[in-house]
């Protein structure tokens, strides 16, 4: 095979695998192809194509800045965009991202009901050092402040460290959920403003007004 029709295939290969990759984050079909046909890109120019799919990626993110979630998948797909095809200069950072945008929303789910005991467990990856983490649980705040994952140095091959961040509740031998007493006064059953539920209103406020603010801005 020729030189320009080897090009020209990878080139379409990644056009073809990304935009995949795109609608299926939400990326809307239609206007991914003409903003597509809009750039003008021909099909030499395999750089100009993964700039424009990275800032597709972008996109998506502003159309989902409220939905953590979503935030956590998109990074995770740029981790994996960055590995495939840019020698992964991006993807520890965009691991780095998805993880943080899935404790935010663990977080706000736990501040809603901060009555239970969340707690946060590693759905881990392949190797000794993912495997560790397992049966291990942590607090979010502690993760929030001291991320175990991603593993920098494991020795899972190729994209590395694949660690999830899970979220489970206590719960006692007879499998009862544990719920935070801290919230409650059991002597007297009326529910006490505790300190900490305070603060916890405080934090919810921050998120969401921080979340607000990406709204406001589009
Ligand atoms: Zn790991
Ligand atoms: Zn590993």
Redesign the pocket.
Known sequence: MNENLKQVKKFNSIKKSCFQRLVSLGFDENKLESHYLNSAIVESEEGKLRDFIWSKYHELLHENAQDLQKQSQIHWSMAVFSYDYENGKNTLQQKDLSHKARLLNYEILSLQQNSLNYRIVII??KCS??QSEKDKNYTIEEMRSNPV???KN?DCSGFG?I?MYGLTTLRDENGDLIWNEDSFDYTNKSRKIKTNDKLAREGAGAIISFLNLFKKKR
Do not use: F
């Open positions: 881990p990856g050092i993912c994952i991603p593993h494991c460290c660690c």
